[in-house]
């Protein structure tokens, strides 16, 4: 009698059991193989902003800010791209070498070659107060 009801119970719900294991199963790897993506790719969003009297531009690194840049890099003196325009082509430049796995550095021939309007110097343009200090921060001078 006990053979009898256990192989009623397996037969009633032998079936079912086996299906919510096989979906738990497929949830896990599933889950397994999204965080090893993760883990494995980075998502870079490239965004135009407005800074003062003109455009600088973010990377952002899975929604996070990677790359600020309110002046037009490598070039002397404090200058704002003139257009959203430039700004994203400088940024796309920066971009496509961090996505290649090269130094994501940029020089003035670079943006040249690419139609990039760089302003001339103007001394009495000046920088926000604070560029300074974000400029030696990010050099790592205190």
């Not at 883990?39 to 990377?59: F, N, Q």
């Not at 082509?89 to 309007?117: C, F, H, S, W």
């Not at 604070?130 to 030696?136: G, L, M, P, T, Y």
């Amino acid at each position: 009698m006990a053979l009898s009801s256990q192989k009623t119970f397996l037969g009633k719900w032998g079936l079912s059991i086996l299906m919510v294991l096989v979906i738990i199963g497929t949830f896990t790897y599933g889950f397994y193989k999204r965080s090893q993506f993760r883990k494995d790719h980075v998502y870079l969003e490239l965004k135009a902003i407005p800074v003062g009297s003109g455009w600088g531009y973010d990377i952002l690194q899975d929604g996070h800010p990677w790359c600020h840049q309110d002046y037009v890099p490598a070039v002397s003196g404090f200058r704002v791209f003139r257009t959203k325009e430039d700004a994203l082509a400088a940024g796309k430049i920066v971009y496509d070498k961090a996505v290649a796995g090269q130094l994501p550095d940029i020089t003035e021939a670079e943006m040249r070659n690419k139609g990039i309007y760089i302003p001339p110097y103007d001394s009495t343009i000046k920088p926000p107060a604070d560029w300074s200090v974000r400029v030696k921060d990010s050099t790592g001078a205190k």
